[in-house]
C-alpha cells in the first residue's frame, strides 16, 4: 500500500524519537555533545531515507 511503513521503518522511527528523549535528557542533565547531536542527526537521516524509499 503506498504510503505506508513496514515493520523497519516504523522500528527505526521509535528508535529515533527515543534517541532525542536520550540526548535531549542527557544534554539537560550534564550538557551539550556535540557527538551525541550528530550521531541522532545521522541516524534521523537513515531513518528518514528508508521511509521515504519504503513509501516508493
Given at each position: 500500500m503506498p504510503g505506508s511503513t513496514d515493520?523497519?521503518?516504523r522500528t527505526m522511527g521509535v528508535l529515533t524519537v527515543g534517541g532525542l528523549v536520550v540526548?535531549?535528557?542527557y544534554t539537560v542533565a550534564l550538557g551539550s555533545n556535540g557527538w551525541?547531536?550528530?550521531g541522532w542527526v545521522v541516524l534521523g537521516l537513515i531513518t528518514l531515507?528508508?521511509?521515504?524509499?519504503?513509501g516508493t
Open positions: 515493520g523497519s521503518a540526548v535531549t535528557a551525541l547531536w550528530f531515507g528508508l521511509i521515504v524509499t519504503r
